[in-house]
């Protein structure tokens, strides 16, 4: 059996087209999550500022975020305004939709995210009708205050 001698081939080049591709394939991804994760704001509520207010650790299991308008009286929950007498409703679709998906109503949590000119007693009226409904983990919105520098 005879072995041909080697042609010298060259310098051999892979082909980078697949490689490419799905590089931008995975930008588009990201930049797709990226804009789901803006949906969580809403422009019409100006969070207050707090001295205190620390970024979260980490991301929640199941986050359920409301809105709370400036008067106190309603809140926008998935892009629809709601008077916050009527969020049993909505609530019971969340609840429904956690059993759905076989996970504890406890993994959830309530993501407040009051007006900065939002009457106190509301904030509180708000967790007491999401408690009334079962849920029990709350999370306050504020914006960091980072005090003057100087």
């Known amino acids: 059996m005879r072995l041909n001698k080697k042609k ?3 310098v051999l ?10 590089t931008f394939q995975l930008i ?3 930049m797709v999550l990226i804009n789901f994760s803006q ?22 299991d ?13 809140v926008v929950m998935g892009g629809q305004v709601i008077p916050v007498g009527s969020l049993s409703v909505y ?3 969340e609840k429904s939709v956690i059993r759905d998906e076989g996970l504890p109503q406890s993994d959830a949590t309530i993501v407040i995210r009051a007006h900065k000119d939002a009457p106190t007693g509301m904030v509180q009226e708000l967790i007491a009708e999401c ?12 914006k960091e205050d980072v005090g003057n520098p100087g």
């Open 8 to 10: 010298d081939l060259g």
């Open 13 to 22: 080049e892979g082909d980078l087209t697949p490689m490419i591709d799905m």
């Open 28 to 30: 588009a991804f990201f």
């Open 39 to 60: 949906a969580e704001q809403d422009d019409r509520v100006q969070l207050p500022e707090s001295e205190l207010a620390k970024p979260a650790e980490g991301p929640l």
């Open 62 to 74: 199941y986050p359920i975020t409301l809105h709370l308008m400036k008067t106190g009286e309603e």
């Open 91 to 93: 609530l019971e679709k």
């Open 131 to 142: 408690q009334k409904n079962g849920f029990e983990k709350f999370a306050l919105r504020a």
